[in-house]
């Protein structure tokens, strides 16, 4: 499990552009989404399922690192909401953990009026896949001929 945990983690770090400094962060979410995944090894029900004995929801499940807007009413002419990343969820809350560089000093802020933007997301990651890898001049496979010579005793008739 923690090879698992691992892996998962690299990729949601990767894939986030986040720094590692938010290793446990990632390990955390990464916990909670394995928890709410089916497994063979119990009939295919999830963890989350086996100990409550109801199925899990996966409407409010986010992308981990994609940008969220926390909203906020700190006064009349401030700004409504704080920009963030999107971090996890947060252990007995309903709501989401964003982390918020921009505020003096940066923290993290558990809230469930958040909104999420996943498609800048998504479309920085297909443009990641456009790119054309590098590849050598020559790099086309050359072929090669050789003569087989049939095995003594076979039944091949010889030309």
């Given at each position: ?21 938010f290793w446990g962060e990632a ?133």
């Amino acid at each position: 499990m923690n090879r698992t945990l691992l892996e998962r983690v690299r990729c949601m770090l990767t894939n986030a552009k986040m720094s590692k400094t938010f290793w446990g962060e990632a390990v955390v979410t990464a916990a909670y989404l394995i928890n709410r995944s089916p497994s063979s090894a119990i009939d295919f029900k999830t963890p989350e399922e086996k100990w409550s004995g109801n199925p899990p929801k996966y409407d409010h499940l986010r992308i981990f690192g994609c940008p969220a807007f926390v909203h906020v009413k700190e006064g009349k002419l401030e700004p409504r909401a704080i920009k963030g990343v999107f971090i996890g969820y947060p252990e007995g809350v309903k709501g989401y953990k964003v982390w918020c560089k921009d505020l003096t000093p940066p923290r993290s802020i558990i809230s469930r009026d958040v909104t999420f933007d996943e498609m800048t997301m998504l479309k920085t990651s297909q443009e990641d896949e456009k790119e054309e890898p590098v590849t050598k001049k020559d790099s086309a496979p050359e072929s090669i001929e050789a003569e087989v010579e049939p095995e003594h005793g076979s039944d091949m008739p010889l030309d």
